[in-house]
């Protein structure tokens, strides 16, 4: 499974960004997809995980109400909507993938990982 990540880019504080992750060489609708994010200096964090199906989602508290995950598995895409966009915020995002029909919110469950977008809130 290969992923490719767009959507990233320069945005003010209190911005909008809508990612996309397009997935290619597997089932999409077989995979558990997630966001995940990696500051300068930090460790790679959680933002939002969607399942298989797209019925259960899951934010971390940081972006809880600002984030929005969503899939269209016709388009094998994977998106994340960010509203109310903070300095705290900017990374590098990337999407991640794994073969389960279930919800996955760990980083070391997941399989495929895209090379990611940068995201940078200018306060």
């Known amino acids: 499974v290969e992923l490719v990540e767009s959507g990233g880019g320069l945005v003010q504080t209190g911005g909008s960004l809508r990612l996309s992750c397009v997935a290619s060489?597997?089932?999409?609708?077989?995979?558990?997809m997630g966001w995940f994010r990696q500051a300068p200096g930090k460790e790679r964090e959680s933002v939002a995980h969607i399942s298989w199906s797209g019925g259960t989602t899951y934010y971390a508290d940081s972006v809880k109400g600002r984030f929005t995950i969503s899939r269209d598995n016709a388009k094998n895409t994977v998106y994340l909507q960010m509203n109310s966009l903070k300095p705290e915020d900017t990374a590098v995002y990337s999407c991640?993938?794994?073969?389960?029909?279930?919800?996955?919110?760990?980083?070391?469950?997941?399989?495929?990982w895209g090379q990611g977008t940068q995201v940078t809130v200018s306060s």
């Open positions: 060489g597997g089932t999409f609708s077989d995979l558990a």
């Open positions: 991640a993938a794994v073969d389960l029909r279930a919800l996955v919110t760990l980083e070391e469950e997941y399989d495929y």
